[in-house]
């Protein structure tokens, strides 16, 4: 009986976790004019014009290009900000770790209103460069709380014998330290890369004139339109990120570091 109610209770569960994305899928293969479930008849056309829209093409190479520097750069200030806080010990150690989990805990759209202030007042910044800053800095506690995990499994007692065999610190970390976390490395990118390709709020308020972001397109769409073509993208985009995150899972093991 009570296996028979788990098995009730993980059915309605995961129904109300997939039935949006279900709903949103077979919508978007409609011949409706409009966005609608249950779908009347079948078509393509809705994922062709995907292809056709340029403000989903131009935004999609945006939100690529700013995912990858963004996560890029929040990798490289944040591999030393992790490596402190998990081999050195010192007094304002959980202070630092709040500070800089800070993105995390204040809501999205708080971070992109601050931001929008921030820039606005130091005067003409490009759109893409305020963006990228945005971006880096909701990536970068993520990069860190990822290579803290990393760094935690990883035996102090391996850099400390390359130390003592004559290396410095720096390279010991380079030489030893580095090439051991690379499956870290690589599983914070793809959180990082993620996230940022994602990222609604914090795009929202500092997109501008030419440079928008893939999901601020899709919501600029929205505003005068309700067609399938809406549900297409998001059919796309939700293959696009599952298959990332299997591949990283399988390749890295995602999950022991997220």
Do not use: C
Request: net charge neutral; no cysteine; charged share 10%.
């Amino acid at each position: 009986m009570v296996s028979r109610w788990m098995y009730i209770s993980l059915v309605i569960l995961y129904s109300f976790l997939i039935g949006p994305f279900i709903i949103i899928f077979m919508a978007s293969f409609g011949a409706n004019a409009n966005l609608a479930f249950p779908p009347q008849g079948f078509t393509l056309d809705w994922f062709a014009n995907v292809f056709e829209r340029s403000q989903f093409i131009d935004g999609f190479w945006v939100s690529l290009r700013l995912g990858l520097l963004a996560t890029i750069a929040s990798l490289i200030m944040g591999i030393p900000v992790a490596y402190a806080l998990t081999r050195f010990q010192f007094a304002a150690a959980g202070l630092v770790e709040t500070v800089f989990s800070a993105p995390i805990l204040v809501p999205g759209l708080v971070i992109g209103f601050a931001m929008l202030k921030f820039y606005v007042r130091l005067g003409d910044l490009n759109v893409l460069t305020v963006l990228f800053i945005g971006h880096t800095a909701i990536l970068f506690p993520y990069s860190v709380r990822v290579i803290s995990a990393s760094l935690r499994n990883l035996d102090p007692n391996v850099e400390d014998a390359a130390i003592s065999l004559g290396a410095s610190r720096l390279r010991g970390f380079l030489l030893v330290v580095l090439p051991n976390m690379q499956a870290g490395i690589a599983a914070a990118f793809v959180l990082g890369f993620i996230t940022s390709f994602n990222n609604v709020p914090v795009s929202l308020f500092l997109s501008g004139p030419g440079v928008t972001t893939l999901p601020v397109a899709m919501f600029s769409y929205l505003e005068y339109h309700f067609d399938p073509t809406i549900g297409a993208l998001s059919t796309l985009l939700v293959i696009f990120t599952i298959a990332l995150v299997q591949t990283a899972e399988r390749l890295l093991g995602l999950s022991q570091f997220v």
